[in-house]
């Protein structure tokens, strides 16, 4: 099977054409730098010749309000060039809760995201995961200083890219779902908790401040960001990740 994985030399994108080469098919990774410009469509006629799935996960490169436009623009630009090379299947990697933060705009331009696939004219799957082990440290230097770090209590159940990276091919290479698989890690933590955890792992002495005001899950409450009991639970506990992380 051809695939061409768009955002194919990212985080998750570069081990998905990994795993996808060796279960014997052919994943062609599409990315500005191999000359593939989601938003003025350049190269992704020729990207997608002859595929028969598109894995879509480019991410916009910012968090605000311009989120929205980079969504809007590539994900059309992306229908129209997979209708026009007959492709059967488009995939794309989403978050858990998406469509209940509209506080956040990047949360907001990912649902937009979401609702232009389900509108557009080729078979769909939506994989939504929770967020990932490996942006803890992004996600502590936003809200820290030299002796404290700032977090809220927000409730997260995260999951390692590895365990994303073994979901997106699944569905990939699957029928399409013409829906949402929901894909978590094991465990929940308020991410205050969360912090804590991670500064000790990395014998940092930093002390955690409970700050529900603080960094981009400020204002995120409840369970909205936890996964439902449909959820895919990946197998990798973030206590035994973080010790092999270094």
């Known amino acids: 099977m051809k695939l061409t994985v768009i955002g194919g030399t990212g985080l ?42 598109v894995v879509n996960l480019a991410n916009s490169p910012t968090f605000d309000e311009a989120s929205l436009d980079f969504f809007r623009t590539s994900m059309n630009n992306l229908l129209a060039a997979g209708e026009r090379a007959g492709v059967r299947h488009q995939v794309i990697l989403s978050i858990v ?35 990932f082990f490996e942006f803890m440290d992004a996600v502590v230097f936003w809200t820290s ?6 977090l809220p209590s927000t409730r997260l159940q995260p999951i390692a890219a590895a365990d994303v990276v073994d979901a997106v091919v699944d569905v990939s290479t699957g029928t399409p779902l013409r829906g949402i698989r929901n894909i978590a890690g094991p465990d929940v933590f ?31 409450t409840g369970d909205v960001l936890i996964a439902g009991p449909d959820a895919h639970l990946a197998p990798t506990h973030y206590q035994d990740w973080i010790q092999t992380a270094r």
């Open 145 to 150: 200083d030299d002796t404290t770090v700032r």
């Open 12 to 53: 998750i994108g570069s081990q998905v054409v990994q795993k996808l080469t060796a279960a014997g098919h052919e994943a062609v990774p599409a990315a500005p730098s191999t000359g593939v410009d989601l938003i003025t469509g350049k190269g992704l006629d020729q990207a997608l010749e002859g595929a028969e799935v």
């Open 190 to 220: 308020p991410l205050d908790e969360l912090g804590r955890v991670t500064l000790a792992a990395q014998q940092d002495n930093r002390t955690v401040i409970t700050d529900d005001k603080a960094g981009m899950f400020a204002g995120v």
């Open 97 to 131: 809760g998406v469509d209940q933060v509209p506080q956040l705009d990047y949360y907001r331009a990912k649902a937009l995201q979401e609702d232009l696939l389900r509108q557009g004219p080729t078979p769909y799957s939506i994989v939504r995961s929770t967020q």
